[in-house]
C-alpha cells in the first residue's frame, strides 16, 4: 500500500519536471531501497557530494511516514550511486581495521556524513578485536578506527 503511494508520489514528481523516471523498489540496507532510473542528467538529482538526493530522500520519507509511521526508512538512490558509495565506504572501513591491525595504532578517517560513518561503524562491528567511534563537530566528524586491547 505504502510501496505503491510512494512510487506513484515519485512519478508525480519527476514528471511535473519533465523526466521519465523507472522506479526500481525493494527491501535492503535495513530499509525500503528505492533506485530512481533513466534520468536525463543523474548528477543533478545526486547533486555535491548527494545532497540533492539527500534532499528528496527526506522528502519522499516525510510523505511516507505521513502514511504510516512504523514504515522503513527510505533509501533513495539514483542509478546505484548510493550503491556504489557503500561498497566504496565497506572498503574503506576494512582497510582502515587492517591498517589498525598492522600499524597498533588508531587509524583516522577523514570528515564524512552521519549516513557514511554509521557504514562505517556497522561493517567494522562484525569485527570482534576493532572498535570505532566518532568524533569531532560537523561538519568535520569523522570516525576513529582501533584495535581492541
Known amino acids: 500500500m505504502v510501496e505503491s503511494k510512494v512510487t506513484e508520489f515519485l512519478e508525480k514528481m519527476f514528471k511535473e ?10 527491501k535492503r540496507f535495513g530499509g525500503y531501497y528505492v533506485n530512481l532510473a533513466n534520468l536525463s542528467e543523474p548528477g543533478l538529482f545526486i547533486g555535491k557530494e548527494g545532497a540533492v538526493l539527500r ?6 520519507n516525510i510523505y511516507a511516514h505521513r502514511l504510516d509511521e512504523n514504515f522503513p ?32 595504532e588508531p587509524v583516522e ?4 556524513s552521519a549516513s557514511a560513518r554509521r557504514i562505517i561503524h556497522l ?5 570482534p578485536d576493532i572498535w570505532t567511534r566518532s568524533v569531532g563537530i560537523e561538519p568535520r566528524r569523522r ?5 581492541k586491547r
Open 17 to 26: 519536471i519533465g523526466e521519465d523516471v523507472k522506479i526500481e523498489d525493494g
Open 109 to 112: 578517517l577523514r570528515p564524512m
Open 73 to 104: 526508512t527510505i533509501i533513495l538512490d539514483v542509478n546505484g550511486y548510493k550503491m556504489k558509495q557503500y561498497e566504496m565506504l565497506k572498503t574503506v572501513a576494512i582497510n582502515a581495521a587492517l591498517k589498525a591491525k598492522m600499524l597498533k
Open 55 to 60: 534532499s528528496i530522500q527526506y522528502v519522499v
Open 143 to 147: 570516525v576513529i578506527v582501533d584495535v
Open 123 to 127: 561493517t567494522l562491528s562484525n569485527y
